[in-house]
C-alpha cells in the first residue's frame, strides 16, 4: 500500500472541497475520517484519511493514499487484537491504527483467487472477530493479529461458485456466529449469503431490488433495499417484510441502536420504522445529510454521510457535523 507522510489538514485546500465517503470514529479527543474530493470517484485514487490525535501530532493531520479507494473505516476497540480503528481498502488492503501507530496486513492470498480483478466492500466487527466481504462471494474472517481465513471456501468451485460469482457484497453483519453478508448481482438484484451452519454458507433469495444495508438487533437482522423493502428475519427463521405497506422511496442505508430501527433514503431524508411505518427524523440543518451508511457502535450510532455526519446518543438527539471539522466539535 502506498502511504504519503503524515501532514497537517487544511480542508481549504481544496478547491472542490470534502465529502464524506465510508465511515468515521471517534471519542471525546480523537477521530478518524475518510474523505474525497467531491469531484472525485471511487476510482481516482484520490482518498485520503484525515487525523485527529495527538500521538500522530498536533491538530488536523491527513495521510494521502495515492491509487487506492477506501472502503470502509470502522472502530476497532473490541477485536480480539484491540486497535482504535481498521481502515479498508478495496484492493484488500487494511490499515490498523492505534496511539501514533500504523500497522498494514493484506488478505493472504487474495491475489490468488479466481476471476480476478476482484474487490472488498464491507466490514464489521462481529464477536470481537473482523469480518469482511466484496465480489464473487468472498467473506473473509481474522480471528486474531494476521490470522485471516475465507469463511466461504465451501462456495469456491463448481457449481457453488457459478451462483456467487457475480455477487457484489457490500454490507455485513451478524451476531453470536450467524452472519449475513448483502448486496447485489451483476443485474442490481438482490445478492446475499448467510451461515446456516458454522463456516457453511448459503446463499439467500429476497424478491428484491439491490440490497444497500443490514444491520441487527435482537438476533434478527433488517436489510434494507433499493426498492423501498425493509426486511426482517434470520437464518433460522426466515425473513419478512418489516413494513406494512410499501414506500416508493429508495432506501440507501440502515441501522438499528438503542431499541430504534433508522433507515436513511437515497434522496436524503431520514426516518425511523414505528410499528411498521416510516416516521420521518428530522436533523437540523441547511439540507439533507445524504447518508452512505449507519456505524453502530454500543456508545452511539453515527450516520456516514457525503456532507457530513451525524451523531446519535443516549438522550435520542441526532447531532449533525458538517465538513470540515475541528477541536470541540463531537458532543460530549
Not at 87 to 101: A, P, V
Not at 233 to 239: A, C, D, K, T, V
Not at 255 to 284: K, M
Request: charged share 20%; aromatic share 12%; glycine share 10%.
Amino acid at each position: 500500500m502506498d502511504i504519503s507522510p503524515i501532514k497537517p489538514f487544511d480542508p481549504a485546500d481544496t478547491d472542490e472541497g470534502w465529502r464524506q465517503i465510508c465511515g468515521t470514529w471517534h471519542s471525546d479527543n480523537k477521530f478518524y475520517a475518510a474523505l474525497r474530493p467531491k469531484d472525485a470517484t471511487g476510482f481516482d485514487g484520490e482518498d485520503i484519511l484525515v487525523i485527529r490525535d495527538d500521538a500522530f501530532g498536533p491538530g488536523l493531520q491527513f495521510v494521502a493514499l495515492p491509487d487506492q479507494d477506501i472502503s470502509r473505516l470502522i472502530d476497532g476497540r473490541n477485536l480480539l487484537d484491540p486497535v482504535d480503528a481498521v481502515l479498508l481498502i478495496s484492493e484488500g488492503q487494511l490499515l490498523y491504527l492505534r496511539n501514533g501507530l500504523m500497522r498494514f496486513e493484506v488478505l493472504p492470498g487474495f491475489e490468488n483467487y479466481p476471476d480476478l480483478p476482484a474487490y472488498i466492500s464491507g466490514m464489521s466487527e462481529v464477536d470481537n472477530k473482523l469480518w469482511v466481504s466484496g465480489s464473487h462471494g468472498y467473506i473473509f474472517c481474522r480471528e486474531g493479529a494476521g490470522n485471516w481465513r475465507l469463511a466461504t471456501a465451501n462456495l469456491m468451485s463448481g457449481s457453488s461458485l457459478q451462483a456467487v460469482a457475480n455477487f457484489s457484497l457490500s454490507g455485513i453483519d451478524g451476531i453470536d456466529g450467524k452472519i449475513v453478508a448483502v448486496g447485489s448481482d451483476q443485474n442490481y438484484r438482490a445478492a446475499a449469503l448467510q451461515t446456516i451452519e458454522p463456516d457453511e454458507w448459503a446463499p439467500l433469495s429476497l424478491p428484491s431490488s439491490w440490497l444497500t444495508g443490514i444491520s441487527q438487533m435482537d438476533g434478527r437482522f433488517y436489510i434494507a433495499a433499493r426498492n423501498g423493502e425493509i426486511w426482517v428475519g434470520s437464518p433460522e427463521e426466515g425473513y419478512r417484510s418489516a413494513l406494512t405497506q410499501h414506500y416508493n422511496v429508495e432506501f440507501n442505508a440502515i441501522g438499528c441502536w438503542n431499541g430504534q430501527i433508522y433507515v436513511a433514503g437515497a434522496e436524503g431524508p431520514l426516518w425511523r420504522i414505528v410499528d411498521g411505518a416510516l416516521e420521518e427524523v428530522v436533523i437540523p440543518g441547511p439540507d439533507y445529510l445524504y447518508a452512505n451508511r449507519f456505524e453502530v457502535r454500543s456508545q452511539d450510532c453515527i450516520i456516514d454521510a457525503q456532507n457530513g455526519f451525524a451523531v446519535l446518543q443516549d438522550d435520542g438527539i441526532w447531532r449533525r457535523i458538517n465538513v470540515p471539522w475541528g477541536p470541540g466539535t463531537f458532543p460530549a
